[in-house]
Each structure stands twice: as C-alpha cells, then as structure tokens.
Nanobody, 123 residues
C-alpha cells in the first residue's frame, strides 16, 4: 500500500521561504512521476509542480514558475518543494501525489495522495 507523508508546512511572512518534503513508501519510488498540488479554502485543488521519474523533467504552474523548485531524491524515496518569495496567495493546503506513470501534470493522472501540509503566508 502506497503512503505519502508531507512535512515542512507552516506560517511564514510574505517574501519568506519554506521547503516541503514528501516521504513515499509502498512501491518502487523511482518508477513514478511525483507532483505537488494545493487547495485554498473555497477553491479547487490546483497543480503546482511535477517531476518525472529521474528528475530530468520538471513542470510548473505559471503562478509559481521562477519561485518554486521541485526536486527528488530516489535513494531517500522523497520529493521536495522549495518555495521562495512566498506570497499571501500561496496560502493553501499542499498535497504530494504520485502519478500512475513516469511523469504527469494533470490531476487525473495521479493515483496516490498524501494528507497535505498547511502553508500560510502572512502579509
């Protein structure tokens, strides 16, 4: 059974940084694409960033491109999201997800989800 456990969320002032981590277990981590999504109150869950199985391909939502960086360490079965220059509009519950295949950017291609970690950015 696949488990994804996020950590690293918290409260930060605008302009600050946070690093989210997601530890995976249950199947061969290096075979699958990983992604980060977020959901703000009253809004739909939206794509933030994705990385392919070996880290060679990355994709970002336009709203975070240039500020956020997704990375992975296959030896540690962990994916990361480095968030810099945070804005109040980045406030959301951030979810880690594992794709059905080696890479995906659309929500429907993700089959396993973590419970989420809250990120709150104050102005």
């Amino acid at each position: 059974q696949v488990q994804l456990v996020e950590s690293g969320g918290g409260l930060v002032q605008a302009g600050g940084s946070l690093r989210l981590s997601c530890a995976a277990s249950g199947r061969t981590f290096s075979n699958y694409g990983m992604g980060w999504f977020r959901q703000a109150p009253g809004k739909e869950r939206e794509f933030v960033a994705a990385i392919n199985w070996d880290g060679g391909i990355r994709s970002y939502a336009e709203s975070v491109n240039g500020r956020f960086t997704i990375s992975r360490n296959n030896a540690k079965n962990t994916v990361y999201l480095q968030m810099n220059a945070l804005r109040p509009e980045d406030t959301a519950l951030y979810y880690c997800a594992q794709a059905r295949g080696p890479m995906a950017t659309n929500r429907g291609a993700y089959v396993y989800w973590g419970q989420g970690t809250q990120v709150t950015v104050s102005s």
